[in-house]
């Protein structure tokens, strides 16, 4: 078991946080869920060993969300910006740091595609799209 340090923030700067952790799985989850919460294709998790987070600065702007169906779904945010955070999950068995978060290359590669049948009719055909540096003329 490797310990390893990610450090991250919110988009405006307010949040910023460390965990020293160790990495189980990293995700891209496609569940309905998942793409409501980030408004996209899917969500970047990084799930960890439960672990406290050592937040550096904002903590007074960190929201949770539970959303109150069957599943089991947390959303951690800056209140600010709405940038997701780190959370543990409902349990307490897992830790879990959104990619998309972190500040620079952590080094991890994604394990799985999860839930791949609930994934956006149109996910697929986007990955063959051009691609561009910014904007297209």
């Known amino acids: ?23 189980h799985k990293f995700y891209f989850c496609h569940c309905e869920q998942c793409r409501k919460i ?9 799930l960890t060993e439960p672990s406290e987070i050592n937040w550096l600065s904002g903590s007074k702007k960190i929201k ?36 998309g ?3 620079g290359d952590c080094g991890l590669i994604p394990d799985n595609n999860i839930f791949w049948s609930d994934k956006a009719a149109w996910y697929e055909e986007g990955i063959s799209a051009e691609k561009c540096d910014e904007f297209p003329a």
């Open 64 to 99: 949770r969300f539970d959303y109150p169906g069957e599943k089991s779904y947390t959303k951690v945010f800056c209140s600010e910006c709405g940038s997701g955070l780190p959370f543990l999950n409902e349990r307490g068995t897992t830790l879990i740091v959104p990619a």
């Open 101 to 103: 978060s972190l500040d």
């Open 38 to 46: 980030t408004g996209s294709a899917f969500a970047s998790n990084i």
């Open 1 to 23: 078991m490797i310990l390893t340090e990610l450090t991250g923030s919110c988009l405006c700067g307010s949040v910023k946080y460390r965990v020293n952790t160790v990495v």
